[in-house]
């Protein structure tokens, strides 16, 4: 045991005794500030790689998939609403209802696709996503059948149609929700990673103890050596000032655009869809409550709930409040449509109700709300492209450039130093 201790032991006296001697003292601080610089230029690389590769993924993964999500989730209600409009057409279905069913359709599975090689395949988001390839396929198959029985006129094709919108609504829809706020968790832990706080938190403490080393050391040896300025240890202090002052600005920067995605973008996005996929929900209801020939009913008390919840001037929307405010005229303009087609139906004019929820007038007014929503959609995509965009850069630059800097300043801190050492040879 003594044998295998010895050498420890030997190393730690003769690093004990260096602290007596003034070349002894000038090696200890050299080896401290090679040891601090080297460690702040790995760890500025490191922290720089870090956020890119989470700002990267956040564009690339997170957000896109939050995307898909809301694709799948508007899709499903929007086909649910489509279907049951093209239903009350009677016979044969308008070529605009079935060709605007069949592409939501195919953005759900294309979505569907897409989402599903951006996710773990064994957690929540993979399941919700079988489940809903699962039951797209039964829900297709019951309004195919439906339309059958419609163009047939026969009665029994509504049953059909209600069992699909159930399973739409009651198992579809849901799971795509599911997926929507997993992939709302993904962007988060996307924003999260892209800031790396851990990092950047290490990284301060290291370049803050080689600022101060740099600091006590140029004070001492101007005591010792009566010279007031190494200039070599000046040259390696104002480096580690331009290295902290770089990688501030950098990391500023890109904490100052990854909040405006989120203000700017996500939150926006997020609220809009939801907004739309209720004024959705609201006009299938609409429609579905004429397909039953029963008045006024539980769908009808689902309309007015939903109406209570359909808002545009929450604090997301403020980016996109001029469009919001046209999004709360063309709402309260259908709702009025709405109510007409209520009146008509509750008081026997069953033919003119249907007439009016079909016609150009209640379906201009209704696709114009939804246009609205989607141009605003779309906008705050844009702006969180170019925010996450801007927020990228320099970071690159930062992995390289950082590393490459405390190499120098490990140079200078050698050149200072050396040059006291040569003095007692």
């Not at 929007?78 to 308008?94: K, S």
């Not at 609504?169 to 599911?178: D, F, G, N, S, V």
Request: charged share 20%; proline share 4%.
């Amino acid at each position: 045991m003594t044998a295998v201790q010895a050498p420890p032991r030997v190393a730690l006296r003769r690093l004990a005794g260096m602290r007596h001697s003034s070349p002894g003292r000038l090696q200890l601080m050299l080896a401290v500030l090679l040891v601090l610089a080297c460690l702040a230029g790995l760890v500025t690389g490191l922290t720089a790689w870090s956020a890119g590769t989470g700002t990267a993924d956040l564009r690339d993964r997170a957000q896109p998939l939050l995307a898909e999500a809301e694709t799948i989730q508007s899709s499903l209600a929007d086909a649910d609403t489509t279907a049951a409009l093209a239903f009350l057409a009677g016979g044969l279905e308008p070529p605009a209802l079935t060709a605007r069913y069949d592409k939501d359709l195919a953005d759900a599975a294309t979505a569907l696709t897409s989402a599903a090689r951006r996710v773990p395949q064994d957690g929540p988001a993979g399941e919700a996503i079988r489940a809903v390839a699962t039951g797209l396929n039964d829900y297709a198959a019951l309004v195919a059948t439906a339309r059958a029985l419609n163009r047939q006129g026969k009665p029994v094709g509504a049953s059909y149609l209600s069992t699909a919108s159930k399973l739409n609504r009651e198992t579809l829809q849901p799971q795509a929700e599911i997926l929507f706020r997993e992939a709302g968790r993904e962007a988060e832990a996307g924003y999260t990673n892209a800031r790396s706080t851990w990092w950047l938190t290490l990284l301060g403490v290291l370049v803050a103890a080689l600022v101060a080393a740099l600091l006590v050391i140029q004070i001492r040896l101007s005591r010792s050596t009566r010279r007031t300025f190494n200039l070599p240890l000046l040259t390696a202090s104002a480096l580690t000032l331009l290295l902290l002052a770089g990688t501030a600005a950098v990391f500023l920067h890109q904490r100052a655009k990854l909040t405006d995605a989120v203000r700017l973008g996500s939150a926006p996005v997020e609220t809009l869809a939801e907004m739309r996929v209720l004024v959705l929900r609201e006009r299938a209801d609409e429609a579905l409550t004429l397909v039953a020939r029963a008045g006024s009913g539980t769908l009808e008390t689902e309309f007015k709930t939903i109406r209570g919840q359909v808002t545009f001037d929450g604090p997301e929307l403020r980016p996109v409040g001029d469009r919001m405010s046209t999004a709360t005229a063309q709402h309260d303009g259908y709702v009025t449509l709405h109510e007409k087609i209520r009146s008509l139906d509750d008081n026997g004019d069953y033919e003119g109700a249907v007439e009016l929820a079909v016609g150009d007038e209640t379906s201009t007014a209704f696709d114009q709300l939804t246009k609205t929503l989607d141009d605003a959609s779309a906008d705050r995509r844009a702006a969180f492209d170019g925010q996450i965009g801007s927020a990228g850069r320099g970071l690159g630059s930062l992995t390289v450039l950082g590393p490459l800097l405390a190499l120098v300043i490990c140079l200078f801190a050698v050149i200072g130093l050396r040059a006291r050492l040569e003095e007692y040879r």
